[in-house]
Nanobody, 123 residues
Framework: EERLVESGGGMVQSGGSLRLSCAGH????????YGWFRQAPGKEREGVAC???????YYKEFAKGRFTISRDNTKSTMYLQMNDLKSEDSAVYYC?????????????????WGQGTQVAVSS
């Protein structure tokens, strides 16, 4: 299975912004849902935001109002704009794909997980 490719992570001060990108597969991208997940040291991987094939977003509570998920089917790329970052947002961020989702949770049959991109927020 071909992996998705994340990019855009880095180190930023509290209150700063980052935009993550997730490059997908050209021939299947527009037909699938995509999600962003994160895993901090010692914690389980958790959903952040997901977007279905129609472009409808779903956000976990902590992401609402600060993060924006979007997709550009012409570029086979999904994005996560993160604003007002907090130290608790520090984690490795992963993207994955699925035919559909309901609650944007890790258990919903996601595949093609990328290798992740590190986000570090200093207070």
């Amino acid at each position: 299975e071909e992996r998705l490719v994340e990019s855009g992570g880095g180190m930023v001060q509290s209150g700063g912004s980052l935009r993550l990108s997730c490059a997908g597969h050209r021939f299947t991208f527009e037909h699938l849902a995509y999600g962003w997940f994160r895993q901090a040291p010692g914690k389980e991987r958790e959903g952040v935001a997901c977007i279905n094939a129609e472009g409808e977003p779903y956000y976990k509570e902590f992401a609402k109002g600060r993060f924006t998920i979007s997709r550009d089917n012409t570029k086979s790329t999904m994005y996560l704009q993160m604003n007002d970052l907090k130290s608790e947002d520090s984690a490795v961020y992963y993207c994955a794909t699925a035919a559909w989702f309901r609650d944007c949770t890790v258990q919903e049959g996601w595949s093609s997980w990328g290798q992740g991109t590190q986000v570090a927020v200093s207070s």
